[in-house]
């Protein structure tokens, strides 16, 4: 099984900052299958990042995804109110699909 | 356009059975892989079970192996998800997802399973 650790736990910025997300894997993630996803309270999961660099349909530019192997980032460039949330990775190479515990971003 | 809408949660007592249904009424899912994740209050997203678009190919995670069944009907444009001896720990908001590949592009609201006695 594939261990996915985010870091840092928690982030906490104020809007128009950067926020910089790391996903690491325990082994390397094949053809870089690895997604992010935006979670907010009382909404199902959205789909921000596919194939560790392709944005999902309708996902505003600010948000971008890099890496490959086992190492894995997400950025925001500038953040906007509604981008406070949590922001799970999951690695879609390999069963079983895996999720990383996840990163909260947090008004400063 | 696929949406998504989950039913059959509910208050269950532990070794209790509940199923689970995925209603697509976009009637496109039948050319996804659907998978089901869940959400235990408080914690993180966890992945359940993932299925081919006709059914060949399953895989689940290993709490839920020979407890959890998931199936599909395209006829229907419906999932499922048997589940079996089910445990406190089984208790979360379970969603309905589905993509071309094993990513989950698509997602439902979620149906509380509550396990307990």
């Known amino acids: 099984e594939i261990v996915l650790t985010q870091s840092p736990g928690t982030l906490s910025l104020s809007p128009g900052e950067r926020a910089t997300l790391s996903c690491r894997a325990s082994?390397?993630?094949?053809?870089?299958?690895l997604a992010w996803y935006q979670k907010k309270p009382g909404q199902p999961p959205r789909l921000l990042i596919d194939?560790?660099?392709t944005r999902a349909d309708g996902i505003p530019d600010r948000f971008s995804g890099s890496g490959s192997g086992t190492d894995f980032t997400l950025t925001i460039t500038r953040l906007e109110p509604e981008d406070f949330a949590v922001y799970y990775c999951?690695?879609?190479?390999?069963?079983?699909?895996?999720f990383g515990g996840g990163t909260k971003v947090e008004i400063k | 356009e696929v949406q998504l809408v989950e039913s059959g949660g509910g208050l269950v007592q532990p070794g209790g059975s509940l199923r689970l249904s995925c209603a697509d009424s976009?009637?496109?899912?039948?050319?996804?892989?659907m998978n089901w994740v869940r959400q235990a209050p408080g914690k993180g997203l966890e992945w359940v079970a993932i299925?081919?678009?006709?059914?060949?190919?399953?895989h689940y995670v290993a709490s839920v192996k020979g407890r959890f069944t998931i199936s599909r009907d395209n006829a229907q444009n419906s999932m499922y998800l048997q589940m079996n001896s089910l445990r406190v720990e089984d208790t979360a908001v379970y969603f309905c997802?589905?993509?071309?590949?094993?990513?989950?592009?698509?997602w439902g609201q979620g149906t509380l399973v509550t396990v307990s006695s």
């Open positions: 299925i081919k678009q006709d059914g060949s190919d399953i």
């Open positions: 976009g009637f496109t899912s039948s050319t996804y892989w």
């Open positions: 997802t589905g993509g071309e590949g094993w990513t989950s592009s698509y």
């Open positions: 082994q390397t993630i094949g053809n870089n299958y």
């Open positions: 999951q690695q879609c190479a390999t069963a079983p699909l895996t």
């Open positions: 194939d560790a660099t």
